[in-house]
């Protein structure tokens, strides 16, 4: 195996705040350890229409408490063909990167993986996105954020809420994954949450209703994680409507605003430790995983491992949520 010489950084997919951190880790601690970095703009895109630029220190000073990602990202089509990939590949070659650290979710780590395959590039991957989806990390970078932007939000929400007696449907992000939703709704006071990974067992909508939530309270929210399994926030208010009418409904969607905002502490560490580890696995001369840290140790996971398998929703969470809030 070559020595790597030079790191090229790209972030990708949807940003998620921390992202800064992460790419400010990811350099600081390449040039810290004698290798040279080059910052790749909009995500996989850069390296097909050669958008690059050499990283000092200083390229990277004043960003760690910054939303958002200084690299931009994109979802990248072209990437997903071999010909596409192929472009990046010697793009690669003619700016000397011997291996690349990529920050995102899902499909950019789906695309790392398949581009290592087929070119030979070591690749290691940091979890970066709201969803906090990818198995083999406790968090990734940017969720705890989102969800302190839902409390904040949900927060607001419950003075109007409370104020006129109503029931409000409020819809967070997820990509099909109900983590921001669960565990928004403990940590915000919701009377329920109602996520993709148990839509198919229960309807949650009537577990909700049946539970007797009215008997201690006249108004309730319930967090609705986005998801074409779950239907969203609209389609329950709309049940709502026509099976319950008693009830006056509102709803919510929160959308973007849960990618924006400055990095809470936890995801500043979350993403300087794992940019640090970065580095220290290519000086391993690992290749092809991702970084996560679990039991607050650093950990390697191969690629196949964090893309193939779901993160598990924890049953213990359903059950506190519902026990505190009777
Ligand atoms: O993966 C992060 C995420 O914010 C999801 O929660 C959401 O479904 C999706 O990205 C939205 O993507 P876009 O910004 O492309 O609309």
């Known amino acids: 195996m070559g020595i790597v010489k030079c790191v090229g950084i790209l972030t990708s997919g949807g940003d998620a705040p921390g ?176 996520i993709p990974e148990f839509s198919t067992e229960v309807d949650q909508l009537e577990e909700f209703i049946k539970s007797g939530f009215r008997k201690s309270k006249n108004s309730s929210i319930v967090l609705v994680a986005e998801s074409e399994l779950t239907g969203g926030a609209m389609h329950y208010a709309e049940r709502v409507k026509n099976e319950y009418p008693q009830y006056d409904v509102r709803v919510t969607i929160l959308g973007h605003l849960q990618r924006g905002g400055s990095p809470t502490a936890h995801d500043r560490i979350l993403a300087s430790r794992l940019g640090a580890a970065a580095i220290d696995a290519i000086m391993e001369d690992q290749r092809n995983v991702m970084i996560g840290i679990e039991n607050d140790e650093v950990v390697y996971v191969p690629f196949s491992k964090a893309i193939k398998n779901d993160k598990p929703i924890k049953r213990e969470l359903v059950n506190v949520l519902r026990a505190l809030s009777i």
């Open 19 to 194: 992202m800064n951190a992460a790419i400010r880790a990811v350099t600081r601690a390449a040039i810290y350890n004698g290798l040279q970095v080059k910052g790749i703009y909009r995500g996989y895109r850069g390296l097909i229409t050669d958008d690059i630029v050499e990283f000092k220190s200083q390229n990277v000073s004043n960003i760690i408490q910054l939303g958002g990602t200084i690299l931009k990202t994109a979802r990248c089509k072209e990437f997903t063909t071999p010909e596409g990939r192929k472009v990046a590949y010697e793009t690669m070659q003619r700016h000397g990167i011997d291996a690349l650290v990529i920050i995102g979710g899902d499909g950019s780590l789906t695309g790392a993986r398949i581009f290592a395959q087929e070119h030979n590039v070591p690749c290691i991957g940091l979890p970066g996105t709201i969803d906090n989806d990818l198995y083999g990390t406790d968090t990734t970078i940017g969720y705890d954020t989102a969800l302190n932007t839902i409390l904040d939000a949900v927060d607001k929400i419950r003075d109007t809420a409370t104020s006129h007696d109503r029931l409000f449907f409020v819809e967070v992000m997820g990509r099909d994954a109900g983590f921001l939703a669960l565990n928004g709704a403990i940590a915000s006071g919701a009377e329920a949450a109602i």
